[in-house]
């Protein structure tokens, strides 16, 4: 539950992160990539994305990824080609299965948990880029002293103990400098204006719903396909390799075919790992690339919808409700905006047009959406059900906000039209009708909106 409640509250850009460094750490696990050989054991260097992930997502993440390393390195000791020492990693050939399991997964575990805290402490003081670089240049000798001191609790007979991490070599060296330029790049790559704009826009793209269900099953389906791709060719060459060595007069073992099938979904997993992390970069790039299309359709000056972008919205939501749903279309005209403009200069009239989209915004968002048509004039499509005697408070509370813009003698007011309809509409046949309402209400003296309904011809005055 605790780990679901950070996942909500993390932003789309540390998802992405996350998803991206756990497939890294399969990746590093399951290759050559995360480990050096040296008898009697192997050196790992896999623990990199932990690190990354205690620097710049926090401590869950960091122990999150500790335990898949963990999970990763028990499954590669659980083989019967692996170096002796190696086999204490496998709950399956080390003979503690417990032991085992602690010194895999719960070392490691405590190694991010341990990585995750050191790095909000170094975040938090005074020279937070310096501390970390101090906390990921001793992050190799933590893990090793995590690690042998594990060994030497629950397998003993071996003779390994904490005392082992404090020896120092020049692979140790390169280690801890591998570890300290990882932070360093990657904390200055997050300092430029274009990776940190990168990351805004994928924040954001969230909240752009457009589509969104679409992509979900897409990915879904890709993943799944990837999946069962990747599981049947894994098998199927386990099986025909075998079948071939028998076919040269090579019988296998039963231990030989076990190395045999564990190696090839070892390979399973660096392959879907690379997929997954392929598929991760492409999903980031559209959602930014998508978030840029987005933001080119909006109005540049107020942030509502453009003219193109509001018809589209307008478009989906009339033809995608049936009946008897009903909703309310309006228009919004400035009255007497050219002499705003003239008067006080253009840069007092586009701060009117700011404010009055901020008013609609602050009042209808939640109902509909909102757009400028052009000039002085917006438009407001409401796809909820809304009374008239709602829409006349809210009415009310736009033109009393909206005449408080500038201060006295100006005054800035707004012609409104309100058509209600209902679904599904023709959208030609709405604008045709509100925009008949809104020049009722420019007849009735301005500063005031009119209300009618597409099915009858009857309309209300109600406003000051």
Known sequence: MQQNRWWNRSSPSNRYLF?????????????FLGYIHIEPISITIAYLPILIA??????????????FFGLASLYKASSHYVMPTDKLFSPFLSGYPLGSLLLSVGSRALF??????????AIKSRHPRVWAGVVALFAPKLHSLLVYSAMGLLFPALGYNFMNAFRVDASDLLLSLSC?????????????????????????????AHKKGNIRRSWILFLFFILCAAVASTFYFAQRMAYMLGVHGLTLSSEVKHDLLHLQIQSLFATLSLNFLLAICLLMV?????????LGQLDPLTGVMGR????????KHLTGKAAPSQGWF??????????????????AGDMVLKRVAQNLEAIFSGHGGIGRMGGDEFAVLITCPMSQAGLRQKLDQFLEETGAILAAPERVSCSIGACRF?????????????????YAAKRMGRACYVMGALEDSELNLIGG
Request: one cysteine or more.
């Open 308 to 315: 193109k972008m509001f018809q589209h919205f307008c478009e």
């Open 422 to 438: 209902s679904y599904p509409q023709d959208m030609q046949n709405l604008y045709t009708e509100t925009d008949r309402l809104l």
């Open 54 to 67: 205690g620097c710049f997502l926090g401590v869950g993440s960091s122990t999150a990824m500790g335990v």
């Open 112 to 121: 991010g948990f341990l990585v995750g805290v050191l790095f909000r402490l």
């Open 286 to 294: 559209y959602k930014y690339l998508s978030y840029r299309e987005y």
């Open 19 to 31: 998803a991206a460094l756990m497939a890294v750490e399969f990746l590093m696990s399951f290759t």
């Open 330 to 347: 309006l228009f919004v005209d400035l009255d007497y905006f050219k002499s705003i403009n003239d008067t006080l200069g253009h840069p």
């Open 180 to 208: 300290l330029g990882a932070i360093q790049g990657l904390w200055s790559l997050g300092q430029r204006e274009a990776v940190r704009n990168f990351g805004a826009y994928l924040d954001q793209a969230g909240s752009v």
